[in-house]
């Protein structure tokens, strides 16, 4: 078979992609790449890897020439809070490193998916049950690089035929990798301090709402728009998906549940705030339900579940493992 390429693939959404990948097609089907190179041996071991800057043509020439690369992944990409400090890196890595991607798919003809994010809404977008075609004019550069990589990925499907898919991600919450500089990281870092300290400081108001999701359900969704029966799809880029809309209050009531110690206060930063505000409640996702039978497993309570179990078990490993 044609071999997936998974760029970002070291990062929150690539570190549990692309094992679901090679589990699914193969080992030596799926190439991972990243900027930087994997930590430990073991991952370094895992498949076929790759140093890929997108930023980069030629990186991407090189590899596409090695591998007969049939499906892109393109998750390499800047979240919303780091965007707001570096505009300019945002730009360049979020439009140019798409636009070179879109590019290569296109010579190469692979098939394309691409995320884009409830950041791609803005202050006058309809906040609850936000529809699938709404206004989008977001006020941040994360949200505008969104809203331009979603047209984009539609022009070249209109004008080049390229077939590009995506979905709108919620917040995502793992165990497996931190995420980095987005203002959805509230509800993985929650986890790790209730475990630790029983306690929490939240950078977000307590009422801010949010649509949410485990990463478990976001590996099926995108493994599953990719494998979309393409005569269904009225939309492409991208689908409204969400699994769970709650706000730290809800979340902390819900961990409190099996940590009945547990306290959170707040100490909130404006920066993310505002770009929290400005995101929808809750999305309407039936276009992906109807269209490619979206369908989450986890809610809230369930994912809460997961979680503690399996951060408890590694975390007590981990301080077991510290020498005294
Ligand atoms: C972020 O907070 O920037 C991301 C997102 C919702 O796109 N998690």
Redesign the pocket.
């Known amino acids: 078979m044609k071999k997936i390429l998974v760029t970002g693939s070291l990062g ?1 959404i690539g570190s549990e992609l692309v094992p679901a990948l090679r589990k699914r097609y193969g080992r030596d089907n799926v190439v991972a790449t990243d900027i930087r190179m994997p930590a430990t041996i073991e991952l370094r071991d895992d498949g076929p890897f790759e140093f890929l800057d997108v930023v980069d043509p030629h990186h991407i020439t090189r590899v596409m020439q090695i591998y007969d690369v049939g499906t892109v992944y393109h998750l390499a990409a800047v ?5 707001e400090s570096r505009p300019n890196i945002a730009w360049q890595i979020n439009m140019n490193g798409l636009y070179n991607m879109l590019e290569a798919a296109r010579q190469y003809h692979c098939s394309m998916f691409v ?1 884009s ?3 791609a809404f803005g202050p006058s977008t309809p906040r609850d049950n936000t529809p699938q075609d709404t206004i989008q004019r977001p006020g941040t550069i ?1 949200g505008v690089t ?1 809203v331009a990589g979603e047209l984009l990925c539609d022009y070249y499907y209109v004008r080049f035929g390229l077939d590009t898919r995506g979905v709108r ?4 919450i793992s165990h497996v990798t931190e ?1 980095g ?5 509230y509800a993985v870092s929650i986890f790790y301090e209730a475990i630790k300290h029983r306690k929490f400081t939240c950078y977000l108001r307590s009422d801010t709402q ?1 649509d949410m999701m485990y990463m478990p359900d976001a590996v099926r969704a995108m493994i599953d728009v990719m494998e979309a029966d393409p005569s269904k799809l009225v939309h492409r880029n991208s689908f409204n998906v969400t699994a769970m809309s709650f706000t730290p209050s809800q979340l902390a009531d819900e961990i409190r549940k099996h940590f009945a110690d547990f306290v959170i206060s707040y100490d909130v930063d404006t920066v993310r705030q505002n ?1 929290a505000d400005s ?1 929808p409640n809750y999305m309407d996702d039936s276009a992906a339900r109807s269209e490619w039978g979206w369908k989450p497993e986890y809610d809230l309570p369930r994912m809460t579940l997961d979680m503690i179990d399996v951060l408890s078990r590694r975390l007590v490993g981990q301080h077991e493992k510290q020498p005294s």
């Open positions: 929150q979240l919303s809070a780091t965007a995320p994010s409830i950041g994360y969104k991600f919620p917040g995502l995420p500089g987005g203002t959805t990281d949010l770009i995101w």
